[in-house]
């Protein structure tokens, strides 16, 4: 044993674990993400923009990714999960692919546009959810007027460092309709009701779209007497009808009302969670660092950060749309708060 | 051993298994309940009488109970479930008692009464389904005007044959309201969202009433197109939105919509199934007896018991509500159909 | 409407439940099972007499069906559970055939005999716990010395009462052995391993043997400074090794070992249980009633009876084995103590 | 608008996805990790030598980390795994420490040691497989003779890539032992029986201690007729005995039987793995890359690389001992197989 015995390990593959001990298991996460807040009204004229000068061509789909300023290369919104915001013009469409990642749309602005999921044309509305779980094809259209917005979420960064995506192009541009329009919104939306000769198609929701005028009628459901989260407000859950549990084994997608002069308690969680403010402003602050948050905006929460919401607003009441990687948290033992 | 020994055994608490064998293992279960059709046509005005000539202190309750002809003692509807009609009028309650029985209402005619369920008023209307899920306290009230009716179903039978009932009464004639009136439908029955600050509360839905309203969007939505089931048409389930299971244990809730003109496909399954017709008319044949059916009519179907339904109507659909203890029968591994 | 209305009603199937109502809802359950001991040394010489003077034909089994004294017709040992003695003679066979309920053999004293259960032949020692789910073929063979004897525990009751019992003869009276003998036990018994290229063939343990060399390790293996439960003292339960609950829907299989001096506390719970003494002598005080057991005595608690057990020896263990038909109040919402 | 505006989005925190699509979408995955095995006989003498040469307290641990080649920053195994191995002289202890990461230790030769986890002492045998789940206290002891040698198993790579780890020292060098030793493996390992009066503490195995000893009885106990699997042999998977399923969230741990002279099928999954050779030598054929080995060397095989096992011996068995992410792939939705 000549050789110093560090390089000899070395080339047999092996380090050695006491030079590297305390990086490997920090006392507490931090995650590489920041507390950020992307402002609708300034990104939008510049969506408008890349819509009017790129050509389909050059650009298959005018999205601008929400990056997160800690986490560029490669670019994540939060550690695990994405944002971007879409824009798709009349006439336009976006060719028909499937990927393991899985992902929504939730809609801004705008009429007349559809995704088409495994058979499935899912026509869009402002405030609408619309799922695209992993591995089912989808393309989308737009036969309306206007431009047409809307945020797409994805766990895209989750997949990959797990390294277990696949993408694929189906070869025709537009994938047929096997289905009647809608139809599996009006199958699954109302009365609480399952369909006894369907069953589960795998671990997501069957539903393509959660209507917003839905989930207007569930808010208003609720009695502002009612207990809520003195975290989140009123905060719903949308569901995989089969279980009860989330849209998605990797995603809990939700809504929330802030009640008018909301001031939520501070709470922190390994979940990272992604924010897009229907309607309303307020301010969230996330371990000391204040985000203003007006209407159509987007902001963030990294994992394992203290945050709390207030909804500025003596009159109006605030909504924000969230997702969250809690699901997988929770399915590997990892989730944890304070 | 002097003694006979067939006498000495017995004395001892044994019998012997040779004598009794073919009859505790039947090569296939013939049930004791017989088909049978309940005439609405024919009970309403029995209804009326009784609940003019019997005051609330002769008559509790002025339910009549649809009693099979096959089971008289104890009296049942089919083996494990039981229906009875009530009548209540305005100005009319029911004292406040919680038992172990799982109890729903299926509201067919009046308005302006109202169940209160573990603190929460429920108004009815008709078509609405409200649950009592075991060991939870109720009253009724009546504050409307006319007489309102309503299909109680139970699975007393079921918890009596288990030895598992127990009863009592609250001591005050009519409960508290501890929650907003209807709160628990507001909360749970629009799109697919579910309260996060709530947790389930034992093995039942939460909800207090499925609405008629919400049913028939639910029945509207899904296409001529859809396959459904060649049994039972579109039949979809009431479920518990913490699981999407049935609303309760040991009973399953469905309602079916057969097209006009639909001729269904016999089938044989051990579940007991209990059916009332909340549109239209038709027949259904069991095990050679044809049983016809009209509106607000109850009709049975014994577990294994073939049966095939038909709408006869060319135009019309049929709406059928049925309950049975299909959950039962799956949970325990004895679900068997042919 | 000049008819008596209390007749026209029951003409159209109806009765008034204001005249049942209190029978049918009991303030508490009290079932018609009594507390009872079937004592071993008692019954033992008449299963050698039957085995002697009754050939095969004239019964196929020679079984001594412990009937409670408060069920004789139809006969069970209490509400929803069997419980028997089989004696086997060498050279003896009992025909291949199958059914809905559910069984196991408890074996007592012997050697040599096997029963074989959906192709495997399972070998049967003192202690062993055989399972034989419902539906599964299973025939009896004895290639030993000595008559061989065992305890027949089986749901039929339940099965019975559920109107769920399906029987067949398999036609040949011996079925194939088509694995390995006992290859289920040595697959699944040890070091908590489950085979990967296997997967549940139904909602019951795959295990035919759970044998007494490894029960008594577990007993053994449990220290005397163990918790327990204070009212079954060292209570463990036969599980299903791909859910760890019970090995059947409808039974709990269970051995307690009852320290020197043990006095559970009393307990009251709506499952009712059937205990077979493996080992000791005790008494175990039943709604008043106390009942004296020894070894391979036979007793039971029905349900929501207090019950208290005792083992009265100072310086040897008592060993109970158990079944109950507690999965089924759980599974239907119905269990409760107190 | 006169800015660049790929500029002017950059500081609004966004990026054009059409930039990025490709690369965020691989049509499969490729893994980082590369096929890679590490020899026992190799590196032995180099622990042997850290072990002399290093203080305690230059070294609080002496492991040679199993770094993949592809990679070294951070260090892992495979993508979501690490492998480690691990040298403890007599007297030596490592101080008492809890971490979100699960981890478990395959010993690999000596006598004498333990860890303690949660107040109870597991004693360590050669074969045994010792659980430290997630966020458990644990600290190391050696009072036997001779150098002790383990694997440690880690998801340390999947929890940091989630940035949910955290790490606490307990404050004294040693725990205290507040349950009997090796009472977990006694209370859960026999007979599949579970104690009644304990109730899972998590999504965990409670078993400290998976003795070998157990584990040859079960491999043993399985025939040589046993069908198998055409790709892993006779692949038998640890359990965590309250669920039947994989003995932490993370990772699936198994031990597999390749016959003289097995020749497996290729196959090719979405979840990584380490094998760590027990028994016998082989090779393995991984993307093309052979990758040889033998007793206690350890291999890996990435995600989506297709692979083939051989034991090349004609008369000897082959024993692997493996570990993956399966149930991780599994959870998410990500599990897939060709
Ligand atoms: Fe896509
Ligand atoms: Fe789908
Ligand atoms: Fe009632
Ligand atoms: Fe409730
Ligand atoms: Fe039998
Ligand atoms: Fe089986
Ligand atoms: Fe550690
Ligand atoms: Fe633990």
Request: negative net charge.
């Amino acid at each position: 044993m000549i050789q110093d015995p560090y390089e000899a390990i070395k080339e047999l593959g092996a380090a050695p674990l006491w030079k590297y001990y305390g990086n490997l298991f920090p006392a507490e996460p931090k995650s590489e993400a920041v507390p950020y807040v992307w402002r609708y009204r300034d990104l939008r004229p510049y969506m408008l923009h890349f819509s009017e000068v790129l050509s389909l061509h050059e650009a298959e789909r005018r999205v601008l990714m929400l990056v997160n300023p800690g986490l560029t290369e490669p670019p994540a919104t939060v550690n695990s999960l994405y944002a971007g915001i879409q824009i798709i013009l009349p006439g336009e469409t976006a060719q028909a692919h499937r990927h393991s990642a899985s992902a929504f749309r939730f809609i801004i602005e705008g009429e007349g546009a559809y995704t088409t999921v495994n058979g499935e044309r899912v026509d869009m509305h402002p405030g609408d959810l619309l799922l695209t779980p992993g591995w089912h094809w989808h393309d989308h259209s737009h036969e309306g007027n206007g431009p047409m917005m809307w945020l797409d979420g994805l766990d895209y960064p989750l997949v990959n460092k797990l390294e277990a995506g696949f993408f694929e192009l189906l070869g025709v541009r537009m994938q047929e309709q096997t289905v009647p329009a809608n139809s599996s919104t009006k199958k699954f939306i109302h009365g609480r009701l399952l369909p006894l000769w369907e069953s589960p198609a795998g671990p997501h929701s069957p539903i393509g779209n959660y209507p917003w005028s839905e989930t207007e009628k569930a808010l208003a459901g609720i009695s502002d007497e009612a207990e809520g989260s003195a975290v989140e407000g009123i905060v719903l859950e949308y569901t995989n009808p089969w279980t009860g549990g989330p849209v998605m084994p990797t995603m809990s997608c939700r809504v929330s009302r802030l009640k008018p002069g909301f001031h939520g308690l501070p709470f922190k969680h390994t979940a990272s969670t992604i924010y897009h403010v229907v309607k309303g402003q307020g301010e969230t602050v996330v371990d000391g660092v204040k985000l203003d948050w007006a209407e159509h905006d987007t902001f963030c929460v990294p994992g394992w950060a203290q945050y709390a919401h207030v909804n500025r607003s003596a009159s109006e009441d605030a909504i924000l749309f969230s997702y969250s990687d809690e699901p997988v948290m929770k399915a590997l033992g990892l989730y944890r708060h304070i």
